[in-house]
Every structure is written in C-alpha cells, then in structure tokens.
C-alpha cells in the first residue's frame, strides 16, 4: 500500500504544494492535502499543526509543509512532540536534515525556490535514510528538554 504523506501550505506555498502533490502520486506516494486550496491569504499555523499533529501521534511517519520563509510553518511544527521539522533550501541541506537529523517533516521556503529545486529537494529528503550511531544519541538528547518541564 502506497504511503500517506501530509502536505500542507499557506497561500505563499499553495502554488508549489499543488505541483509537489502530483510529485508525489507520480513518486507512488499517497499525498494528503490538508490545504490550503486556494491562494487566498491564510494562517500558516493552521495546516502546520494538521501535518505535525499526524507525525506527533504516528498516524503517518513523515509530513511536508511550505510557507514563504519556511520558518513559520517549521516554529509551529516543532511544538509537537517528536516532530522535527527541518527547513531545507537546498538538496544537501535535505539529505543533511535526513541522515544526520532524522527530520520527520520537510518545509520547504517556497518565497525562494524553483519548482525544480523543490521537487529536487524533495527527492533528496524522501530517499536518504537516517545514518543512526552517534546522531541517533543526538537526536535522542532533543527530545529531553520535554521530561524537565
Ligand atoms: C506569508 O506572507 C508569510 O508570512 C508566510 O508564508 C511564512 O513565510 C511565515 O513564516
């Protein structure tokens, strides 16, 4: 069965998310759009949250969000637990954020990429496997700021 992927976008990422749903359904991946549908200006926190909340609880492993800098769609998905959302605008940057950080949600700034560069992107983040060994300590350490309060 094909892998559910979440993406969502606000208004200065619908353009590049529509084009990234097709990626994806032609990669054999099952895209779930949560929006926006339309470029009309929205709140990037809304879809940010829809996405993260589904890679916090493991409804699916790993999610894609897009914004004009990156940086707001990334703010709001880190407050989830477990996620770590990796603002990528380059493909070494990508595969950086995969095998060293195991980043379960790519956002992609799209104020400043091509399609090209975001599809190229996306490969590279989709396809590189975490490394492990001494960055899954590093990873681990992220996570325990939560048990201290
Ligand atoms: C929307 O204008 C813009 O602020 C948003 O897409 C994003 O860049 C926020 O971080």
């Known amino acids: ?37 339309s470029p009309d200006s929205v709140d990037y926190p809304d879809y940010a949250h829809q996405v993260a909340e589904r890679v916090s609880e493991g409804t699916d492993a790993r999610g894609i969000l897009l914004c004009g800098t990156g940086l707001g769609m990334s703010y709001a998905a880190n407050r989830h637990a477990g996620v770590r959302a990796a603002v990528a605008w380059t493909p070494e940057i990508a595969h950086l954020a995969r095998e060293h950080n195991d980043s379960n949600v790519l956002v992609l700034p799209s104020r400043f990429l091509s399609d090209e ?9 989709l396809s590189t496997p975490f490394a492990g060994g001494r960055h899954a300590r590093r990873v681990a350490k992220i996570e325990e700021i939560t048990s201290h309060g």
Do not use: N, Y
Not at 25 to 32: H, I
Not at 117 to 125: D, G, H, N, Q, R
């Open 117 to 125: 560069e975001s599809v190229a992107i996306l490969k590279e983040w």
């Open 1 to 37: 069965m094909a892998e559910t992927i979440p993406i969502g976008a606000d208004h200065a990422g619908f353009e590049m998310k529509e084009r990234l749903v097709k990626e994806l359904r032609a990669l054999g991946f099952e895209p779930l759009d949560v929006g926006t549908h």
